[in-house]
């Protein structure tokens, strides 16, 4: 098992949809969660972390089930400019830590 | 203020040769990390550094190392080449000394293939 599975889609869905992906995770001790998004040809740059309490940031909202060991990230009112891969991340602990990336959710918003 | 830089942009090298990737993180910034990103896969950790000290590895074959020098920019090197080592080898920085740093700053990558 993969220790951080996302769906690589890809998501094509139309400009104002609103749109949810999830992440899971293996490492129960895992510390913390983030969002990167990654354009294509780019380099990844951090969106945003995921806090316990679930955190929103303008149209993105991060939620995070520790029981169930998953985190999502939620766009409403999705924009062209939303169209990138989004990257799940999460900070392991085993032995020494270290931050282990999800393979990506591709996402296309269409005109 | 220069972001994290890598070189090269671009390496072409053939089955069997070792390959040498650089980069030099954000000025002020103590930790380097290395990552793999085969085409159509995810980011595949490879290497941390902190303070000049490996501080974890990836699940990779001994031929993939590197170092971190005192003003803390580092190298990586991947001895006896394989084709299914061409990928875009991404280095990140981050600024929290001896602990893992979540945000992370990502240069644009080398892109390695072997022929």
């Known amino acids: 098992r993969k220790e951080v599975e996302q769906d690589p889609g890809p998501f094509n869905v139309p400009e104002g949809a609103t749109v949810a992906f999830n992440c899971t995770y293996s490492n129960s001790a895992s510390q913390s969660f983030f969002w990167y998004r990654q354009d294509c040809r780019k380099e ?57 990336f999800g393979q990506g959710t591709r996402l296309t918003i269409n005109p | 203020e220069a972001g994290v830089t890598q070189s090269p942009t671009h390496l072409i090298k053939t089955r069997g040769q070792q390959a040498t990737l650089r980069c030099s993180p954000i000025s002020g910034h103590t930790s380097v990390y290395w990552y793999q990103q085969a085409l159509g896969l995810g980011l595949q950790f490879l290497l941390w550094y902190d303070e000049g000290e490996e501080r974890n590895r990836g699940n990779f ?28 080898y991404l280095c990140a920085s981050s600024s929290l000394r001896r602990q893992l740093n979540e945000k992370l700053f990502f240069g644009s990558g080398t892109q390695l293939s072997v022929l």
Do not use: H, W
Not at chain 1, 75 to 80: A, C, Q, W
Not at chain 2, 64 to 82: D, I, K
């Open chain 1, 44 to 100: 990844p740059k951090l969106l945003m972390s995921v806090y316990s309490s679930g955190n929103e940031d303008g149209r993105f909202t991060a939620q995070l089930n520790r029981a169930s060991q998953y985190i999502s990230l939620l766009i409403r009112d999705s924009k062209l400019s939303d169209s990138a891969t989004y990257l799940c991340v999460v900070n392991f602990i085993q032995g020494a830590q270290k931050l282990v």
């Open chain 2, 61 to 88: 074959p001994p031929r993939f190392s590197g170092r971190q020098f005192p003003n803390y920019s580092s190298e990586l090197n991947v001895n006896a080449l394989e084709l299914e080592d061409s990928a875009l």
